[in-house]
């Protein structure tokens, strides 16, 4: 089974393309000169997308329909949680954190982002009860040792590491739209056409959120609240 999958059901074949569709496949692929960065989210309430796609080389033919299937070739890559706005800390993080979710206006007030969130000698139980605001010592607590697993999961998972591919795999992965694929998998495979290579970007909540991935041993492939870089070619 494949990781990316959300469901054990694959489809087993690409659906047919019309020959009109085959044929337009032979023109040449252009690589994009400019780099620029489409975000897939669009939501008034966050500043940033929390997914967005860089096309690298483009496609051709139709874009897919929901529940059609489709093949790609992927590698899957630890991002490391730097670029985290405060907005992202508050929606992706906090929210996903029992009972801290009230927080959410002081973080962004005090543009709690990845990286003050991890400075240990800023935020302390002292920031977090003075600044923050949180007269329950629990709470306190518990928040900081919610950042200290987070920051642990990141030394222990580096930033570039490949936690997945279908090259790896020898096999690439074939999933109907709309189901059996992580969020931003689905949500950037319904934006190429047939030959597109693209590299997408996606916050956790878009991957594999608060629990992360394991491998059938159980070996953490991908830590909790893991921002995730794929590398994604639409095959079919
Ligand atoms: C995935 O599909 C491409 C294009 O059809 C093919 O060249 C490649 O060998 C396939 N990858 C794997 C791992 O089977």
């Given at each position: 089974?494949?990781f990316?999958s ?8 690409c ?13 040449s692929t ?9 975000p897939?989210?669009t ?7 929390p ?11 139709e874009l ?19 670029d ?6 508050a ?17 962004i007030?005090?543009?709690i982002?990845?990286a ?9 139980e ?20 919610a950042?200290?697993r ?5 030394d ?8 997945d ?6 096999k690439n ?6 189901k ?19 590299s ?15 491998s059938?041993?159980?070996d ?16 079919c």
């Amino acid at each position: 089974m494949h990781f990316i999958s959300t469901i054990l059901l694959l489809a087993t074949s690409c659906d047919a393309f019309a020959p009109s569709t085959r044929l337009t496949s032979k023109s040449s692929t252009v690589l994009f000169a400019s780099e620029e960065w489409i975000p897939l989210v669009t939501d008034d309430s966050s500043e940033a997308s929390p997914v967005k796609k860089l096309v690298l080389e483009e496609g051709n033919g139709e874009l897919p329909t929901d529940g059609s299937s489709v093949e790609i070739e992927y590698t899957g890559t630890l991002v490391g949680e730097k670029d985290w706005s405060a907005q992202d800390v508050a929606d992706c993080w906090l929210s996903q954190l029992q009972g801290l979710d009230h927080l959410k206006a002081e973080f962004i007030q005090n543009n709690i982002d990845f990286a003050l969130l991890s400075d240990t000698n800023v935020f302390t139980e002292e920031f977090c009860t003075t600044t923050l605001g949180i007269s329950n010592k629990i709470q306190a607590k518990k928040l900081l040792m919610a950042r200290n697993r987070l920051t642990k999961s990141q030394d222990e998972h580096p930033a570039g590491t490949v936690f997945d591919s279908s090259a790896e795999r020898g096999k690439n992965f074939t999933f109907n739209l709309g189901k059996g694929a992580i969020k931003a998998i689905d949500l950037a495979v319904r934006s190429m056409r047939v030959g597109e290579r693209a590299s997408v970007v996606c916050r956790s909540d878009y991957g594999y959120g608060s629990e992360g991935l394991r491998s059938s041993k159980g070996d953490v492939m991908v830590p909790p609240f893991s921002t995730l870089n794929f590398e994604l070619k639409r095959v079919c």
